[in-house]
């Protein structure tokens, strides 16, 4: 009984030896293009990380918790600003590697120029100034509208008090409420 499971681990080996050289024979008898698609199975699609010391450049084959941590969080970055954009900028804006590009690449596109945002700024403050609430509309839709303009002139770099904004509410008010 133990030479039929000597026999039976000799033939399992076996089995599994033949599986794996063929597996290696194929893929190192391919040619120089598949040589390149095995270099990314192996290290994964980006390049190898080096590390100088001295004058010498040396591949850094293990990466640390940092580095890892690094490498998935501007991931995690640029696939959310991805993710953001509507469809039909998506291919226009994927051939961006990194976060720190992608989002100055969406600013210039969609960020207008200075004289479009002084524009906007000015238009915001005019806004503010015409700010009323509407009979048909109840407390907390006025308070809300009113802290959507507070939020879009903050944006464009315009600082209120918050003794204005509540003035600003409270003088805003329905006539026939007061």
Known sequence: SSKDLSSGIRAIWRTLLKKTSVIH???F???????????????????????VIGDVVKPVTI???????????????????????????QLKFNSHKDAK??????????GGNTKTKKVQKTLLKQ????????????????????????????????????EDVNLKFLRSLPSEWK
Not at 29 to 51: A, F, H, K, Q, R
Not at 101 to 110: G, V
């Open 63 to 89: 990466l640390f918790a940092d580095q890892k941590l690094i490498r998935r969080n501007e991931l995690k970055a640029r696939s959310t600003l991805l993710m953001a954009l509507p469809d039909k900028h």
């Open 25 to 27: 024979n194929t893929l």
């Open 101 to 110: 590009t992608l989002i100055r690449a969406i600013e210039k596109c969609f």
């Open 127 to 162: 806004q503010f100034e015409n700010f009323i609430g509407s009979s048909s509309e109840n407390l907390d839709q006025i308070h809300d509208r009113l802290q959507k303009l507070v939020s879009h002139l903050e944006i464009h770099g315009v600082s209120l008090s918050q």
């Open 29 to 51: 008898s391919m040619d120089s293009l598949s040589y390149s698609l095995w270099e990314v199975i192996i290290n994964g699609d980006s390049p190898t990380p080096t590390v």
